[in-house]
């Protein structure tokens, strides 16, 4: 149980109450997203618009095949579209949904 004083969270999943500090809820096993530390979506967002022609964005994401192929295909306009279409897409989610994909 949770200490005098001590900050809770709701689990995502089943809505139980237990300390912020908890990786994983202790009713259902949920992940605590609160925990977990994310990649930053303004971050994300703004390389994408500025060098997502170069797939800067993908590689700060983890997703390096995916950089790769921006980098193979830098020369055409598609990487900078598209690059442009996912800065705008990251820089308006909110950020737990930003979290639940990447």
Known sequence: MAAEGEELVY???CSHRFPYNTRF????GTLNLL???HKDRVTAGLLAVMFGWLG???FYLKQYWQGIVYLVFFWTIVPGVLGLFEGIRFLTMSDEQFWMNH
């Open 35 to 37: 925990f977990v530390k």
């Open 56 to 58: 800067f964005h993908k």
């Open 25 to 28: 809820c202790p009713a259902c």
């Open 11 to 13: 689990c995502l999943n």
